[in-house]
């Protein structure tokens, strides 16, 4: 029979190991991009290693000066926000029904909602860009508030559906016999109670919106509309080469939106995902 | 206030039958049970009353009026569910009001209101708090202050102690038999316990498989079962059921011996005897079954005793000081004033 | 008191009209695939619009004789599946040790998984592009397999221990007091019980490695490493134009790999939503 | 085959304490129920012993040989638990078969072995299925077979019968007992239950907030009690108990009054009484307690009454026959051969 505490800390041992290995591989974008932004732009296009790096604000100074990076900002901000409120419109009634009423292909819904999430995202891009060449809607960012609405909507629905099967059907019994109606049951009890289900797809939403590139590429064709994203591939073309450290402070102002948006909802997220929310 | 009549109804899925052909009058301030194992169609049957569940055929009737085609929300009827239902983004006190908002109550009456039925329950101290801030006892509570507080016709309540411990229940049982008397509120009450039903009816319904075994006072339930049924669903442990021919006054099966059966009882039949009207034969009295002890469980009060009779197990309720190891050999002395006989074909009582 | 019978059929009606909107709005994109993946490329860019369209191969005889495209079908295949590969075998340990293992930070490490998918791509772009122009993989479908596996590793770990979080306790104690150590318990018990989670897990990694544009378009500079995703973008330039109904086959076609995985693992995967397990 | 010995044994999570020096010894092929209220430690004392949970102090012996410091999986220990912890993507016959393969069992055994102890809880027709596809029942017996299959040198189980219905449960628990008594294993079983623990024990252990408050056979722990804990845990309804005043032999409360208490007993003492002890006083017998009936509930074989005595609710097992309304005045008799005195300020019992 083996001592207990030798073979407890040679267990340690190796779960440190485990998580190591892999939080280095998680880690590792990150770390580089560290150790690019707020370097010199010489330093980074040098083929010889730099072992002590020096640091440099040129790249800061250049994406505010040289482009109009508060536009982009608040582009980026507005259509993803508005996407979001559209998902959330449309998608709310609809995992409703959904996950209450029976009705034919019901399941075969479901199963379309996934396959929808499959495809090539440039298998939708052309009819899109047709659709709003029609409507006028090209290089603005309501345009861009539709697309990401709809590249959304399926999985959005699904989020939402899958927090409504866990409420008790009970709960809806007991407020229709107390005198409630379908609206004020969606209203006052179902609602709410899907609440922390409803902010983890709104923020699955975002996290979609704001990985999106191609789209909005295909859309934002003027600075008009050019969102943070799209505005980074600006850096990679044109006479100057690709502008490496001015790509890692633009994506670095990308995400400050977002992490204001998550640290206020922080306590209904973490609520959804102690419920075993992101299953998905 | 109200006579609910149940005139044929039925609930049919597809194929599948849930309940078949229920006639029931339920009277003004009674508490009818429903009673039987799951899936026997009595929750159907009350959500049928509570207008949850369409009806595939017949009719309800409340107070003459037929409500067969009026949705839940326009019944006056209030409902306590087995998971309480509360709603959790409530506070309790949200909760009991909550039926007064959507019966637009004045709301000037809400408060007074929601106090009364929270004092009923004694909630008056939780009522700021959340469901999921409250114990099992008192998510009941605050449960049945929600369907009191409208003062409804008809009170449906659907296992509502089955996920309380034993003594809670206890005490919860005896806190609706009051609260249910002082209202005076026509009750239906939905449980698979038998010991539920025994005491908080007036009148039980057993159901099986859909359809209706017997409808009757507990005292006629449990002392005149209609069917074999009946009699091995009610009682703990249940009746002892003996399959056997009696012939010439004479019951015999493997290792039982009764003498003395009623002219009336002839042929195959089934012998039913209460474990309490059981007992360990003593030395002058008569042996009317035999078999090897296979369990002895003392619980302090009395000792259950269970003995194989041949294909029998037998329960028995011994006095509480009776002891003896697995395999001894023990007799048994039935009280020949409490048999019961069910035809073996088909069940049925043979009354004598 | 309104009869029932009167309030059901116009419930019905509201229900059938939100799924229908909802519906309209999902499917939207995959008509209009549809209507331009089989057309002549003249009816296409005409400005007019067309009401009895004409049917045409010309899209699909261009893409086989012009490009190569089992080649980047070939490359987009091995590097998804690669990646999968990969990210199931640093995520599982990972997942476990995260799960059952208590060690301080370990909740921080959760919150840092979501985080990273919050990132703007463009911010781990960069660094993994140098990264690899060091180890000589730019270029290859490797290189393509490692960034895939990094963008999902978090996500893929996720999902799997959320998963595994609701496996009893109680299972592994019972593997333990019969005989079992921790690897056995991982191998033996943990996953085949999180069977349907490892499927939904890799089926999502799949997802989004197809979705993936941006970094592709970095690491795979000549044909040697296209994917599907990409060639597209060979189809947007040029002295030709944007050929749109070329774009909407090669995505009709990207799909079909995905279409295969999926029927072949759908029971699987089924079971896994029904757990309700996709609530993100 | 073997005898466990607790020294000692401490648990404690930060500042809090789960567990504190239960001293225990074990005997071979003897039965021991831990019985308490959740979160009595109950459960922590016996993952202990199963090398589940480290010990914060103390000592665990098997068969005189520290065990201490060993791993569960090198402890010849089985477990039963309470939600089965079957391994759902194995059917029950790789179930039972997964302890004889970690232990490195000759493969050429298994099939014999699994079938025998298949056999022994009447599993054989199920070993091709997965557990989704048993019953809760059967499932326990899948459970127990796992269990039983390398014939361990000592059984745990933790609430095994907790998830299954009243009827099922008591007959898993003659086969439980049958079980242990033919393969003479050393079984130590936790449980809630005390009916559970009464029927089964060969010893019981009464445990709360962490610590042992008797330790006895069901008998001791049923007629002679340590402690107020004690009293009011076992039995059901549990043991009434009555705070008041003994002066010269006579114990007075509100409504209560009980003449010839031995002079041991004197002061401020709190009165335990049985439900089963008490009776409704007829003309000519002596008064006790009298109060206002709060509840009359018929089971068929007795009737539960309450009587509200002064601050005191009274529980008693009223023969079949007694009916009575609520509210009306009923006088109580108690068997003056069967009282308990407790100390008032820490709940001990005062022997005479």
Chains 1, 3 share one sequence.
Not at chain 1, 57 to 86: E, H, T
Not at chain 2, 20 to 37: A, S
Not at chain 2, 66 to 80: I, L
């Amino acid at each position: 029979m083996a001592g207990k505490s030798g073979r407890r800390s040679e267990n340690r041992f190796i779960r440190y190991l485990i998580l190591f290995t892999w939080a280095l591989f998680c880690l590792m974008p990150i770390l580089w991009f560290l150790s690019i932004g707020l370097r010199p732009r010489i330093e980074i296009i040098t083929p010889q290693p730099i072992y002590w790096p020096s640091f440099s604000l040129d790249a800061w100074k250049m994406i505010w000066q040289d482009w109009p990076m508060a536009k982009y900002l608040f582009n980026s901000v507005a259509a993803i926000f508005g996407s979001v409120l559209i998902d959330l419109v449309l998608a709310i009634p609809a995992a409703y029904a959904l996950s209450r009423f029976t009705f034919r292909g019901r399941d075969d819904i479901a199963f379309y909602i996934l396959s929808t999430r499959m495809m090539a995202p440039a298998i939708v891009a052309i009819p899109i860009f047709f659709l709003f060449r029609n409507l006028g809607l090209l290089d603005t960012i309501y345009a861009l508030m539709l697309v990401y609405a709809a590249i959304n909507l399926s999985i959005v629905t699904w989020i939402i559906r899958s927090y409504m099967l866990d409420i008790p059907k009970e709960l809806e019994d007991a407020a229709r016999t107390d005198g409630a109606g379908d609206l004020r049951i969606l209203w006052e009890i179902i609602i709410p109670a899907v609440l922390p289900g409803i902010i983890t797809a709104a923020v699955i939403a975002m996290i979609f919106a704001i990985n999106e590139f191609l789209f909005t590429l295909l859309i934002a064709s003027t600075p008009n509309a050019y969102t943070m994203s799209v505005a980074l591939a600006n850096f990679t073309g044109g006479s100057d080469g690709v502008i490496y450290n001015a790509i890692a402070l633009v994506s670095f102002i990308a995400m400050v939106p977002v992490f204001i948006v998550v640290l206020a909802i922080q306590k209904h997220l973490s609520r959804g995902l102690t419920m075993g929310a992101v299953k998905g | 206030m109200a006579r609910i009549e149940l005139i044929d109804v039925q609930k049919r899925w597809g194929h599948s039958v849930g309940v078949r052909d229920i006639n029931l009058d339920i009277g003004d301030q009674e508490l009818l049970v429903l009673l039987g194992p799951s899936g026997c169609g009595k929750t159907t049957t009350m959500r049928m009353i509570a207008g949850l569940e369409e009806l595939s055929a017949g009719e309800i009737l409340m107070d003459g009026q037929p409500v067969t085609d009026v949705d839940a929300r326009d019944r006056d009827v209030a409902m306590v569910f087995q998971g309480y239902a509360l709603y959790p983004n409530m506070t309790v006190y949200e909760n009991i009001r909550f039926p007064l908002r959507m019966r637009n109550v004045p709301k000037s009456e809400h408060r007074h209101r929601v106090r009364e039925a929270a004092a009923m329950v004694e909630m008056e101290p939780y009522l700021d708090r959340k469901p999921a801030a409250l114990s099992g006892g008192q998510r009941q509570r605050a449960a049945l202050a929600r369907a009191v507080v409208r003062s409804p016709q008809v009170f449906l309540m659907d296992e509502p102690l089955s996920n309380l411990d034993a003594k809670l229940r206890q005490s919860m049982r005896i806190q609706i038999k009051q609260l249910q008397r002082k209202l005076k509120i026509t009750t239906v009450y939905v449980t698979h316990d038998q010991i539920e039903a025994m005491t908080l009816a007036d009148r039980i319904v057993v159901m099986h498989e859909g359809s209706c075994q017997q409808v009757g006072t507990p005292d006629e339930i449990y002392s005149d079962p209609a069917n074999t049924f009946v009699a091995s669903f009610i009682g703990s442990p249940p009746m002892n059921l003996i399959p056997g021919v009696v012939d010439g006054g004479v019951f015999e099966c493997q290792n039982v011996r009764v003498t003395g059966i009623p002219d009336s009882v002839t042929g195959s039949v089934t012998l039913g005897i209460r474990p309490e009207d059981c007992s360990v034969a003593g030395n002058n009295s008569t042996q009317h079954a035999q078999g090897t002890v296979y369990g002895v469980e003392p619980t302090g009060d009395l000792t259950y005793l269970s003995v194989q009779a041949g294909d029998n197990t037998l329960d028995i309720k011994a006095n509480r000081d009776y002891r003896s190891e697995l395999g001894e050999i023990e007799a048994i002395e039935f009280d020949t004033q409490r048999l019961y006989f069910f035809d073996s074909a088909n069940g049925m009582r043979i009354r004598a």
